[in-house]
């Protein structure tokens, strides 16, 4: 296949994952949160497995040299870049407030909770990579986690099963995405702050089906500008500005 044709196929596949997701949050918040417990879960148990399974297969050498810059440079400004990157969004698990139980109680301790839980496992798996492949290799990988599954279970199928974990990763976060994309706009539209459509909920779901499935289109033709335009989305936006 030439690479139209495969760019088709992921716009396609792309699309199609958008609006089940979509449909699923249409069916209400529970059924949204049962997909993002089940794609968190899958994500944080290979990831916690490559961390503490990875200990036992450091080696000393790896350490060194602690650093590839000329001397000794901590890198702050760098690490807090992709720190706060990797964080971002905290804030919006105070969107879907209206579908939580308890939220004044919930939220915080959920927040708290999973932070500290993330913070951990990739704390450790982090740990784990710098002493199972050496800096230089890290330097140069595009998939540290997959290069640390190889050296775990040998081979390359350690690395497919990673990609696929990624994949898995990717999901739950579109569907967390699109769980939010219809709330962002009802507060607003609750206001007067924003058209009133956006307002409307499903009488017996409660769920924000005109924002979601306005917001899912508008995600589509995005989609679809993108095939046609030959650079990538940041070079699309720059050409429509």
């Known amino acids: 296949w030439g690479d139209a044709s495969k760019n088709w196929i992921a716009v396609v596949v792309a699309i199609g994952?958008?609006?089940?997701?979509?449909?699923?949050?249409?069916?209400?918040?529970?059924?949204?949160?049962?997909?993002?417990?089940?794609?968190?879960?899958?994500?944080?148990?290979?990831?916690?497995?490559?961390?503490?399974?990875?200990l036992f297969f450091m080696d000393s050498s790896n350490f060194e040299p602690f650093t590839l810059s000329s001397g000794f440079d901590w890198g702050i400004s760098s690490a807090a870049l992709l720190t706060l990157w990797a964080f971002i969004g905290l804030e919006s698990a105070t969107v879907p407030a209206e579908e939580v139980k308890d939220p004044e109680r919930t939220i915080p301790r959920a927040t708290v909770i999973g932070t500290a839980a993330a913070s951990i496992v990739y704390l450790v798996a982090t740990l784990a990579l710098f002493g199972m492949v050496s800096t230089a290799a890290l330097a140069e990988s595009t998939s540290p986690f997959a290069d640390g599954a190889n050296v775990i279970f040998g081979g390359t199928w350690g690395g497919k099963a990673i990609a696929i974990v990624a994949m898995v990763s990717i999901f739950g976060v579109l569907n967390g995405w699109i769980l939010l994309q219809g709330r962002a706009a009802l507060a607003p539209a609750r206001d007067g702050l924003f058209p009133k459509p956006f307002a409307r909920v499903d009488s017996m779901r409660g769920t924000p089906v005109f924002g979601l499935v306005v917001s899912s289109v508008l995600i589509t033709g995005l989609l679809l500008l993108n095939l046609q335009s030959s650079g990538s989305i940041v070079e699309m936006f720059t050409d429509i500005i």
Request: net charge positive.
């Open 17 to 54: 994952l958008i609006w089940l997701l979509t449909l699923v949050n249409i069916l209400g918040a529970r059924e949204a949160g049962a997909v993002q417990v089940v794609t968190t879960i899958l994500k944080f148990v290979p990831l916690l497995l490559i961390g503490v399974v990875g």
